[in-house]
Nanobody
Framework: QVQFVESGGGLVHPGGSLRLSCAAS????????MSWHRQAPGKERELVAV????????NYADSVKGRFTISRDNAKNTVYLNMNSLKPEDTAVYYC???????????????WGQGTQVTVSS
């Protein structure tokens, strides 16, 4: 059974930093691209970052480029998202998943986990 356990969220002031972790089980992340997504209240879930399985190249949403960094530890079957210079508009529930590409689009492979709440507020 595939599971994702996201952690590391919390309340942070604007300009602050957080590091999210996603522990995956039931499959081997080294065989997949992995992604982080977020969903803010009243908005659709959006792709934040992707890291490919081979070579580890990455893609980011324009809104987080230069501030967020996705990384992976295949030995631990875990994916990370380092978030710096956080803004109130980064407030959302953050989810991870395996990802498959179709052209320039990325799609989730498995069902979502419970996510981790990130709140950026003064």
């Amino acid at each position: 059974q595939v599971q994702f356990v996201e952690s590391g969220g919390g309340l942070v002031h604007p300009g602050g930093s957080l590091r999210l972790s996603c522990a995956a089980s039931g499959f081997t992340i080294s065989n997949y691209a992995m992604s982080w997504h977020r969903q803010a209240p009243g908005k659709e879930r959006e792709l934040v970052a992707v890291i490919r399985s081979r070579g580890g190249s990455t893609n980011y949403a324009d809104s987080v480029k230069g501030r967020f960094t996705i990384s992976r530890d295949n030995a631990k079957n875990t994916v990370y998202l380092n978030m710096n210079s956080l803004k109130p508009e980064d407030t959302a529930v953050y989810y991870c998943n395996a990802a498959q590409s179709s052209g320039t689009n990325w799609y989730r492979v498995w069902s979502w986990g419970q996510g981790t709440q990130v709140t950026v507020s003064s």
